[in-house]
């Protein structure tokens, strides 16, 4: 008997004796025969695998996280393991063939289910074969090469994959990333991108080759502080001869990429100038909505923040149904309130916005999706603000919990600002200690994507050095906050607001103030 096979018998085994068809995760945990398996985040544990194929399917209740079978998938299963024996020793041409003259509804995903099998026994020939046979084929090879790339050295793999390249080769590519990037396999991606940044390394960054350009452009992440700013300067001093010979569709998407790797690289200052030189605050709203927190976010640090609401409503009339995009609105009006202007107005419609927000979600995409922890981060935040710190821990504490159970981990960059409000709401309390301890927690995390001397990390030192002065460590208030201060003034310049007044705080804790 295989470990799959184990492992399916087993959940059937456990779901007879509890008389029921889905079953607590944890409860899987602690069990002799399977446990290992369950706790695995490795992606070819026999548990990761059959979430893959689709077998098995994870959801939330009342705040536990359950499993249980699919039909479908498990007849994608048994279907791919039947192709998997038939075509050993077999071209592609015989997946070729069989989608051509059998019209089997699942025959795609049983497909799909033989080339991981093939791919997790290091035979990636029919999958690099039929990514080149057409468009048509595209899709059968996205998650079998998410499981090459993710069981196999990457240099390797990018080798195979890209000995005769194509648009297609980049294509898959892409999309495998996007694939990695929502199974939180990050090393594979870091490690693509990087080893894709010395490939690309002095080619062109807008091109026709669409899928290529948004590989180059995502590879950008790797490059040096001095490299991206170069790279921004120059395509904002020669915008006509950039993009002068990229076809017309293509350009919104690329300029977008580009300008998201700015503010994911912390250049809000940066991002924002690209962003006028290129008209992308005027671009389709669709575009603006799909862009919506990076296109706000860099407005509200730079105190752009009538700009910042225009844009809002702009797009208020036909997305007012949109839990996410109402999140971030609230998240703008929140901002405005905390770095500007202090009108209570603000705040207000930011809460009001949340709570809308917060019952979209709940019926759109559940109340322990991934946009729900991002819109109780935001109501956990405002409660603080509004003095109900007891509240905003609640809330915050939900948040951390689901992505906690998301990512299986406490360290990743999601829970980074999760942590530092919790730090700031723990001072409120005058829990200085563990406040403490949670701003070093967010850096652990914060740094698992952006750099040091970046805005969002500013606030980190900053939190902290509010914590310092509470616990009555001058010293160690006065570094944390020169820190906080040195970041804004060479990335947010020395007349923003969130700069000056962190340097009227500085002067005050040299004064004895």
């Known amino acids: 008997m295989t470990s799959n096979e184990l492992l399916l018998y087993r959940l059937a085994e456990l779901m007879l004796e509890h008389e029921q068809h889905i079953l607590s995760v944890d409860l899987l945990f602690d069990d002799e025969q399977i446990g290992d398996f369950v706790k695995s985040i490795q992606i070819d544990s026999p548990y990761q695998q059959m979430l893959i194929e689709g077998v098995l399917t994870e959801s939330f209740h009342n705040g536990k996280l359950y499993v249980s079978y699919t039909v479908e ?6 279907l791919g393991s039947l192709l998997y024996r038939l075509s050993a020793n077999k071209p592609s041409d015989y997946f070729i063939q069989l989608l051509s003259s059998n019209s089997l509804k699942g025959l795609l995903e049983g497909i799909t289910v033989c080339l991981i099998n093939q791919t997790t026994n290091s035979n990636f020939d029919c999958t690099i074969e039929l990514i080149d046979k057409g468009d048509n084929f595209i899709n059968l090879t996205i998650a079998p090469m998410a499981n090459a ?3 196999n050295n990457v240099d390797q793999m990018l080798s195979l994959l890209l000995q005769n390249e194509t648009e297609n080769d980049f294509a898959v590519l892409y999309q495998v990333n996007s694939l990695l990037r929502k199974q939180n396999k990050i090393d594979v991606i870091d490690n693509i991108l990087g080893l894709l940044k010395i490939r690309f390394m002095g080619s062109r960054i807008f091109t026709n080759q669409f899928y290529l350009s948004r590989l180059r452009i995502a590879s950008l992440m790797y490059v040096s502080t001095n490299d991206i700013v170069q790279l921004a300067d120059k395509s904002i001093e020669k915008k006509t001869e950039i993009i002068g010979e990229v076809k017309k569709e293509y350009i919104p998407v690329l300029l977008l990429d580009f300008y998201n790797v700015l503010v994911n690289k912390g250049h809000l200052k940066l991002s924002t100038s690209f962003a006028i030189n290129f008209n992308i605050y005027d671009f389709e709203t669709n575009l603006i909505i799909d862009n919506y927190y990076n296109i706000i976010y860099p407005l509200l640090e730079t105190g752009k923040f009538e700009l910042a609401e225009k844009i809002y409503l702009r797009c208020k009339n036909t997305h007012e149904n949109n839990g996410v995009f109402l999140n971030w609105s609230g998240f703008l009006f929140q901002s405005w309130y905390e770095l500007k202007s202090q009108d209570q107005k603000h705040l207000e419609i930011g809460l009001c916005l ?9 019926k759109e995409l559940g109340i322990y999706s991934i946009r729900k922890y991002e819109n109780l ?3 956990g935040y405002t409660y603080g603000l509004m003095g109900d710190h007891e509240k905003s821990l609640l809330y915050l504490n939900k948040a951390i919990s689901i992505v906690s159970k998301a ?4 360290i990743s960059y999601p829970l980074g600002n999760l942590y530092e409000m919790k ?3 723990l001072n409120e309390l005058g829990k200085y200690t563990e406040a403490l301890d949670y701003t070093f927690l967010s850096d652990k995390c914060k740094l698992l994507q952006i750099e040091p001397d970046s805005p969002e990390f500013a606030w980190n030192h900053y939190d902290r050095a509010k914590i310092y002065v509470n616990m009555g460590n001058i010293i160690e208030a006065k570094n944390a906050m020169l820190k906080a201060l040195q970041i804004r003034e060479s990335t947010l310049g020395i007349d923003n607001e969130l700069t000056t007044l962190t340097k009227k705080e500085y002067e005050d804790l040299v004064n004895g103030i």
């Open 377 to 379: 981060e935001n109501l």
């Open 423 to 425: 730090a700031a709401t």
């Open 73 to 78: 998938g498990y007849f994608h299963h048994v």
């Open 407 to 410: 990512y299986r981990t406490e």
């Open 354 to 362: 949340y709570k809308k927000s917060s019952e979209l979600i709940d």
């Open 149 to 151: 790339f993710a069981l």
